[in-house]
């Protein structure tokens, strides 16, 4: 305790302390791992960096130093985690394979790839707004638009398609 006879003061000062300390703590692991560790190249990449934030807030509630040590040791465990897979993902295609989503192609020269955006649970309203994002005029416009793995979506539009921008990317007919 900070403020042994004030419990108020004690929660506010202790929840500043402790979240600037887990935060300034993600930013170190960020400087010896890498980037990397922060980015959202890929759905484990992602998960990791909602955990993360998870976790930095968990610190902050901590009403007990074990229970920010726990939450520490949540954070190197991540760390190390993530750096393990993308080191296995780098090594070896199967580890790829099983860690990794698959782009999915939603619409392919202005037509929309109505089965996979059923499979995806995607609506055509729900792509014409990430077309409007990417300032698309005319659907004839749309090489292509790609759901990535992380969830994000791409707009690939204008001229010709150079066609290894989707060479990785699952298209479902229908």
């Known amino acids: 305790m900070i403020f042994a006879d004030q419990p108020f003061l004690d929660a506010v000062a202790r929840g ?5 300390f887990a935060l300034a703590l993600v930013v170190i ?9 922060l980015s959202k190249m890929t759905n484990f ?6 955990a993360l934030g998870s976790l ?14 726990q939450v520490l040791a949540g954070m190197i465990g991540l760390f190390i985690l993530q750096f393990i897979a993308a080191k296995l993902r780098k090594a070896s295609d ?15 020269d202005g037509e929309f790839c109505d089965q996979a955006m059923k499979d995806e649970r995607v609506t055509k309203s729900d792509v014409i707004a990430k077309l409007r994002e990417a300032n698309v005029l005319h659907l004839d416009e749309v090489r292509a638009v790609v759901l990535e793995t992380t969830g994000d979506v791409s707009v690939l539009h204008g001229g010709k398609l150079d066609d290894r921008l989707i060479e990785n990317v699952r298209s479902k007919s229908g």
């Open 94 to 108: 199967l580890a790829e394979d099983v860690m990794q989503n698959e782009p999915i192609l939603l619409m392919r």
């Open 56 to 69: 930095v807030a968990g610190g902050a509630q901590a009403t007990k130093w074990s229970g920010f040590w």
């Open 16 to 20: 500043a302390l402790l979240g600037m």
């Open 45 to 50: 990449d992602f998960v990791m960096t909602v």
């Open 29 to 37: 692991f960020i400087r010896v791992i890498g980037l990397r560790s």
